[in-house]
């Protein structure tokens, strides 16, 4: 059984910085990538940014780049994504996803079948 846990999220300043956890279990296909993906109410999820579990290649959605960076450490199965300088606007549902590795088609989430339960991000002063 494929497993997602996601932590790390809270409350923080604009500008400030959080760093959000996946813990992965349970998949076993070489020729994949997790993503992060966000959600505010009543709008349209987001692909945040992207990271093959292969060569560890990475993508980021334009309104992200230069803040947040996306690693992951393979022997414990874990994705991260450290978030800086958080605006207002980042605000929002945090989830990982994992699945097949679909190149750029990565941000697009009917892609991913294996969804993480979510953290709360809030930037508010």
């Known amino acids: 059984q494929v497993q997602l846990v996601e932590s790390g999220g809270g409350l923080v300043q604009p500008g400030g910085s959080l760093r959000l956890a996946c813990e992965v279990s349970?998949?076993?296909?070489?020729?994949?990538?997790t993503t992060w993906f966000r959600q505010v109410p009543g709008k349209e999820r987001e692909g945040v940014a992207c990271i093959s579990n292969v060569d560890g290649r990475t993508n980021y959605a334009d309104f992200v780049k230069g803040r947040f960076t996306i690693s992951r450490d393979s022997a414990k199965n874990m994705v991260f994504l450290q978030m800086n300088n958080l605006k207002p606007a980042d605000t929002a549902v945090y989830y990982c996803?994992?699945?097949?590795?679909?190149?750029?088609?990565?941000?697009?989430?009917?892609?991913?079948?294996?969804w993480g339960q979510g953290t709360q991000v809030t930037v508010s002063a």
């Open positions: 996803a994992v699945d097949f590795d679909v190149g750029r088609a990565w941000s697009r989430g009917e892609y991913y079948h294996h």
């Open positions: 349970g998949f076993t296909v070489s020729y994949s990538a």
